[in-house]
Nanobody
Framework: QVHLVQSGGGLVQAGGSLRLSCVASGIRFSIKAMGWYRQAAGKQRDLVAVITSGDSTIYADSVKGRFTISRDNAKNTVYLQMNSLVPEDTSVYYC????????????????WGQGTQVTVSS
């Protein structure tokens, strides 16, 4: 059974940085495309970043140049480094264990992490 455990997040002032981690078990981590999503209160869950098994990365326009997704296959862990945070980044962030291409975008088919609150104060 796939299990994802997230850590990191919290409260930070605008301009600050945070790093999220997501440790996966029960999957062949190295062959999976992993991703981070976020969901603000009252809004839909949106894709933030994807990293493929070949380490290609894709970002939402709103976070390009500020966020970096990375993975450590030896630790079954995917990271999201978030810099230059702005209040609009305030959301619950979720990792996903198995993304696939769907049209021009990416869709999530795997298990979700438990969610991590990120709050950016102005």
């Amino acid at each position: 059974q796939v299990h994802l455990v997230q850590s990191g997040g919290g409260l930070v002032q605008a301009g600050g940085s945070l790093r999220l981690s997501c440790v996966a078990s029960g999957i062949r981590f190295s062959i999976k495309a992993m991703g981070w999503y976020r969901q603000a209160a009252g809004k839909q869950r949106d894709l933030v970043a994807v990293i493929t098994s070949g380490d290609s990365t894709i970002y939402a326009d709103s976070v390009k140049g500020r966020f970096t997704i990375s993975r450590d296959n030896a630790k079954n862990t995917v990271y999201l480094q978030m810099n230059s945070l702005v209040p609009e980044d305030t959301s619950v962030y979720y990792c996903n264990a198995d993304l696939f291409r769907c049209g021009s975008s990416w869709c999530a088919s795997g298990s979700w992490g438990q969610g991590t609150q990120v709050t950016v104060s102005s």
